[in-house]
């Protein structure tokens, strides 16, 4: 009987306690970006203590602050993870939009329509207005060179333009141009970053309401009609 408690206990003292799966400084970043996306949607970007994130996913806040040094660098990492990446797993954010409809296969040529894949964003964006305001509030403070979303920013329309353009959209003929194509889609990044805006601001008009008085703009008929 001695004999058995002892290797019970051996067993016991042998076992860690509270251990915490190993993960690569990438997968630990994600996990970061995860549990504050979390977060984020219950209490709102500033509402919550960082130790309550260090405690979500299973850190010290020394710890933690070896992966994100303050809340703007954690904001910073939320966007760049999710926003328009594929990460989030949702079909619609833009990056999975445009990776989903730049493909040749005719079977998928419902989903090469541009007015489609734009208001399938917004649709998206909609269900997320936390992280809408977030985007939109760090655009301006990223103007700053030395804020930590500064290069994403600075970067991602142009990213962007040349992924769009690079897909082949099923298009009325006027707008098979490069140009023309290009202009429109400026212009319908331009009504997006204010569609989102104004939802934001103002209580009357959702978004998707918002998005539908611009989409008549952009895409009239009957130049569209059939593309849509």
């Not at 067993?11 to 990438?26: D, G, V």
């Not at 209490?43 to 850190?59: E, I, R």
């Not at 730049?102 to 207005?129: G, I, M």
């Not at 690079?166 to 319908?188: C, G, K, M, N, Q």
């Amino acid at each position: 009987m001695e004999s058995q408690e002892k290797t019970s206990a051996n067993s016991i003292k042998s076992r860690p306690i509270n251990q915490r799966k190993r993960l690569s400084p990438a997968q630990r970043r994600k996990q970061v970006a995860q549990e504050a996306v979390t977060l984020i949607t219950q209490y709102g970007s500033y509402g919550f203590p960082m130790q309550a994130l260090a405690d979500a996913v299973g850190m010290t806040l020394p710890g933690l602050n070896h992966y994100v040094k303050n809340r703007e660098e954690l904001l910073s990492l939320v966007i760049e993870t999710f926003y328009d990446s594929e990460e989030s797993n949702a079909p619609t954010t833009l990056g999975a939009t445009i990776n989903h409809c730049d493909q040749s296969d005719s079977a998928t040529k419902e989903c090469r329509h541009l007015p489609s894949a734009l208001h399938e964003t917004v649709c998206f964006n909609a269900k997320r207005p936390e992280l809408v305001a977030l985007f939109m509030r760090l655009a301006i403070e990223a103007s700053d060179p030395q804020h930590p979303a500064h290069e994403f920013y600075q970067n991602r329309h142009g990213s962007i333009l040349t992924d769009m353009t690079s897909v082949d959209w099923e298009l009325p003929e006027e707008y098979r141009d490069p140009e023309r194509l290009h202009d429109l889609i400026v212009t319908a990044f331009f009504a997006m970053d204010g569609v989102q805006i104004q939802s934001l601001t103002n209580p009357n008009e959702s978004m998707m309401q918002l998005w539908e008085r611009a989409e008549r703009i952009l895409f009239p008929s009957p130049t569209w009609d059939g593309y849509r």
